[in-house]
């Protein structure tokens, strides 16, 4: 890749943007870096893409980047993945600092197991916020189809808000490292999880998490053992 200097300001995604899929934008950010805030606004459209976002080089608390729908609808952006991430996932954050996935839908439905957001190795100040969570509408206990997923260590400052996951066995599924080595800063608020099958928001492993003002659903196809 190619890089006349790391990224700085905002730009623009989808068909007739800056750039016209995620995938570029993940490789100009991983290879590129950013130098100042960065925010993607992203075009109405369905996106065919598994998408993984890595390191940014540059992040900062200064130096933060944003995805986030462009008419702030969330059902106007759809990823709609054909294919997922080696963890079953449609977005992934792996390392990832100071970033925030805002106001978009995940549609995973066409896939038996999905999880529509995980979050791999260490991530800090995570920010998901307005999005919607469309997964298959199973009867099962299976840690496989999960809205939001974190287990892979301990994360830091983690803000889940106002989001919808729909269906799945759970709604989120967020493990901190062990019972001596708890995960800081993590707040729930605001959220609403329908017709999960097993486990509308299981938690482990927090150091004074903030959960507050969710609104969780079951329905009548849950998981019997």
């Known amino acids: 890749v190619a890089c006349a200097g790391p990224l700085a300001g905002s730009y623009t995604i989808g068909t007739g943007g800056d750039f016209t899929t995620f995938a570029e934008v993940t490789t100009m950010l ?6 100042s805030a960065v925010v993607f606004d992203v075009l109405p459209g369905t996106y065919a893409e598994n ?48 970033v925030t996935w805002q ?9 038996a197991y999905v999880r529509g957001i995980s979050l791999a190795n260490t991530n800090k100040a995570l920010t998901l916020s307005g999005n919607i969570i469309h997964l298959p509408d199973v009867s099962t206990s299976s840690t ?27 709604g989120m599924y967020l493990y ?18 329908n017709g999960f099958a097993y486990s509308g928001l299981r938690t482990y492993y927090m150091n004074t998490p903030v959960i507050s003002q969710n609104y969780v659903y079951t329905d009548t196809l849950t998981y019997s053992s």
């Open 176 to 193: 901190g490292e062990s019972s001596t080595s708890l995960q800081p800063g993590t707040t729930i608020s605001g959220n609403t999880i």
């Open 30 to 35: 991983h290879n590129c870096g950013i130098s």
């Open 103 to 111: 106001n978009m839908t995940i549609n995973g439905t066409a896939h």
């Open 51 to 98: 998408i993984v976002v890595d390191s940014i080089p540059g992040a900062s608390s200064v130096n933060t980047v944003k995805f986030r729908s462009q008419t702030g609808l969330a059902t106007d952006v759809v990823i709609l993945p054909t294919a997922l991430n080696s963890d079953l996932s449609a977005v992934q954050f792996n390392n990832t600092d100071y």
């Open 144 to 170: 496989n189809i999960v809205g939001i997923y974190d287990a892979a260590g301990n994360d830091s400052a983690l803000t889940i808000t106002n989001n919808t996951v729909n269906n799945g066995s759970y």
